[in-house]
């Protein structure tokens, strides 16, 4: 599955971005006078080898879950059962994703691809309609994408959706070993491709990517790290907002971890398996199956655009596909960006993942493709050019 993803990724449509910028020049407004939105619109034409491309509508978030090993150092003060504890307020809708989803009329997929602990079996954390059972991995197994457990993709904005695609319960602990072997970094890499094909098939337009687990954003400055070649230092943030010592502490792991395993970038599949996580792996699958299928991807924080570099790895045109929802306040994202090459659409110091930053990002996006579907040319208008 990940070779014939990979090999079904084409570079931009050259003579869409043409006819994009062309159509530009037409449109009653000044040339540029939109700024980025104007270049944002030439890419997706690209992408998508048409101009005007379809509107990124309806969207879909796919938030990925997983636990780490690495939580064992004492890397984040919170307790790694708020992962589980967090898939239940997704469902419930009490979430700040949920929110944000419930105004941008998105609908929200949550993925257990590698939690630790049950998930909740209350019915009341459950979405209407589902059965409380297909929310305890004790009770559905490591069933993947089972329509039987988790029913078919819909894209409900009022109903969020699990799905149990657990390859493993939490990474092992990368200070020690390998986070995952290399079939169970393939496999979280292959449930993101069978999780963006479900989505798209069901009709998204856009998808955005989202993550949840304590613990995530040390493997996310590794991998960071370990694509771009910069120190630890310059790859990892606070995270949640640990303190001085904790931060300190937090460096020194990750550059533990790359002394120890010295991933090779050139092998995006053993980066994975050495320092990321399984959410990490997954979100690297959903961007590749977005960019075989010409549709953008929304990034969202720190773990998205360490997830990105892996997809860019593994196909270097995958990057036409994405788009760069915020800048977090990670460091690590600012250096992942720059290396991709993509310029956030809006800054306002957000660090919480789950996918709000790309959420909020996503009236962006529409509007600059919605310029080219509905606003009148100078000749359309009877307006007089300069």
């Given at each position: 599955m990940l070779e014939t993803t990979i090999a079904a990724i084409r570079p931009a449509d050259e003579a869409a971005m043409a006819a994009a910028r062309e159509l530009?020049?037409?449109?009653?407004?000044?040339v540029g006078s939109l700024?980025?939105?104007?270049?944002?619109?030439?890419?997706?034409?690209?992408?998508?080898?048409?101009?005007?491309p379809p509107l990124p509508?309806?969207?879909?978030?796919?938030?990925?879950?997983?636990?780490?090993?690495?939580?064992?150092?004492?890397v984040s003060p919170w307790p790694q059962e708020v992962t589980a504890q967090m898939i239940g307020n997704f469902l419930a809708g009490g979430a700040v994703v949920n929110a944000f989803a419930r105004q941008a009329g998105a609908s929200v997929t949550v993925v257990d691809v590698g939690v630790a602990t049950p998930l909740p079996t209350d019915p009341a954390a459950a979405p209407a309609g589902s059965d409380p059972a297909?929310?305890?991995?004790?009770?559905?197994?490591?069933?993947?994408?089972?329509?039987?457990?988790?029913?078919?993709?819909?894209?409900?904005?009022?109903?969020?959706?699990?799905?149990?695609?657990?390859?493993?319960?939490?990474?092992?602990?990368?200070?020690?070993?390998?986070?995952?072997?290399?079939?169970?970094a393939l496999a979280a890499v292959q449930t993101g491709?069978?999780?963006?094909?479900?989505?798209?098939?069901?009709?998204?337009?856009?998808?955005?990517?989202?993550?949840m687990g304590i613990g995530n954003t040390t493997p996310a400055a590794a991998l960071i790290a370990a694509f771009t070649g910069v120190d630890a230092l310059d790859a990892t943030g606070r995270g949640t907002g640990v303190d001085d010592p904790t931060y300190a502490h937090k460096v020194a792991v990750v550059r533990a971890a790359l002394a120890r395993h010295t991933p090779d970038p050139a092998d995006p599949l053993g980066v994975l398996a050495a320092v990321g996580g399984l959410e990490h792996a997954a979100l690297a699958g959903l961007i590749l199956g977005a960019a075989a299928r010409r549709t953008p991807v929304l990034l969202d924080g720190v773990i998205g655009v360490s997830a990105a570099l892996a997809a860019a790895a593994f196909a270097p045109a995958a990057v036409c596909a994405m788009v760069a929802g915020h800048r977090s306040a990670e460091p690590g994202a600012t250096v992942a960006l720059r290396h991709l090459g993509l310029d956030p659409l809006i800054?306002?110091?957000?660090?919480?993942?789950?996918?709000?930053?790309?959420?909020?990002?996503?009236?962006?996006?529409?509007?600059?493709?919605?310029?080219l579907h509905e606003v009148a040319t100078f000749d359309s208008a009877g307006v007089?050019?300069?």
């Open positions: 530009h020049g037409r449109l009653t407004k000044p700024g980025a939105l104007e270049e944002l619109s030439v890419r997706l034409a690209g992408l998508a080898g048409a101009c005007p509508e309806p969207a879909a978030v796919a938030i990925f879950a997983g636990d780490h090993g690495v939580h064992a150092q004492g297909a929310l305890d991995p004790a009770v559905t197994g490591p069933a993947v994408l089972d329509p039987a457990v988790t029913g078919p993709a819909v894209l409900d904005p009022a109903v969020p959706r699990l799905v149990v695609a657990s390859v493993r319960p939490g990474t092992r602990d990368l200070t020690v070993t390998t986070a995952l072997t290399r079939d169970e491709i069978r999780i963006a094909d479900e989505l798209i098939d069901a009709g998204a337009g856009i998808l955005l990517t989202g993550d800054d306002l110091g957000l660090r919480l993942g789950e996918g709000t930053g790309a959420l909020l990002a996503l009236p962006v996006v529409t509007g600059a493709v919605r310029v007089a050019e300069k």
